[in-house]
């Protein structure tokens, strides 16, 4: 107690005291608005737009240097042709075709890769199987099955689906593989200790927490079959005189009119654009980024 006592009476009382709030109109602006130009170099769809227009100012400007329509033709001449044969309805039905028979080989290369993917991680068979295809047929382009799609399947839609699929099933397969590999531990473990097993498991525990992977497989894989139809069309993709965009542009290049070629390679450009930026950011916009698995 002697001690405890002699602490106290050492300790120093601190008198209260007021602080007279500081005159801070002089420190200056504490948060600066920004100009309407930083406001839009901030935008991403202003940046990606003035790229595009860039890229569209240098096609017009060279073309018009090089004043030759047979060997490039202006932007302005290629978006009329396109135009009107948008309007005539003969672009429009190209296009309709080539994107009927994408959306069936896209859909079927999407399901064949979630049913090798589930079983490879399934049972140790199915990651054999999984890693002795894809080691087989993805280096594989998918134009040289071109010659075993005509004699297997005639001529014809059904020759282009297997051409998209064999172009979509692989780099789907591989990326979504890739993403359920790399699923922590604790989370399997998780959904082990609820007694979550096979397609459960599969969907519940490895699908959402490898959906960044899975989401990039889908945009390389779309990629690839959309670049995989053109150019399958450009040989072969006509039945009873009609066919997509990739016959479209082949039939132009047969007539040497190089303005409907160009319409029907901008058809195909602006389309692979809105499904980029439109359709897979929508998605992104509403799963891995709002669950902070992106920037």
């Known amino acids: 107690m002697s001690g405890e006592g002699a602490v106290k ?3 120093i009382l601190r008198p209260e005291f007021d602080r007279v709030p500081v005159d801070a109109s002089s420190v200056g602006e504490v948060v600066r608005p920004l ?5 839009l170099m901030d935008n991403a769809l202003f940046r990606r737009g ?4 860039a890229l569209a100012l240098i096609w017009q400007l060279y073309a018009l240097w090089l004043h030759n329509s047979l060997l490039f033709p202006t932007l302005t001449d290629t978006i009329g042709v396109m135009v009107h044969d948008f309007a005539d309805g003969t672009l429009l039905q190209r296009t309709e075709a080539s994107l009927e028979v994408l959306l069936m080989g896209y859909a079927a290369g ?3 890769a979630a049913v090798l993917t589930t079983l490879a991680v399934s049972t140790r068979l199915g990651d054999d199987i999984l890693s002795t295809l894809t080691a087989i047929f993805n280096p594989l382009p998918a134009i040289a099955l071109l010659p075993l799609a005509l004699i297997w399947f005639g001529l014809g839609t059904p020759s282009l689906i297997f051409v998209l699929v064999h172009g979509v099933l692989w780099a ?3 990326n979504t593989s890739s993403g359920f590999r790399s699923v922590p531990e604790t989370l399997r473990m998780s959904g082990r200790n609820y007694g979550l097993s096979g397609v459960r498991y599969v969907v519940t525990i490895l699908m959402p927490a490898a959906f960044p992977s899975i989401l990039t497989g889908l945009k390389i894989g779309w990629a690839f079959a959309w670049r995989t139809l053109i150019a399958a069309e450009l040989v ?3 039945s009873s005189r009609s066919g997509g965009l990739g016959w479209y542009i082949f039939e132009a290049r047969e007539e040497l009119n190089t303005s409907s070629v160009f319409a029907g390679l901008l058809t195909v450009i602006i389309i692979g ?4 930026s439109v359709l897979f950011r929508a998605i992104e916009a509403r799963t891995v980024e709002k669950w902070g698995m992106q920037r």
């Open 9 to 11: 009476s050492q300790l």
């Open 35 to 39: 100009s309407w130009l930083q406001r």
């Open 50 to 53: 003035a790229i595009l227009a």
């Open 110 to 112: 999407v399901a064949l």
């Open 172 to 174: 789907i397969a591989l």
């Open 236 to 238: 072969f993709g006509v």
């Open 273 to 276: 654009l809105l499904v980029e």
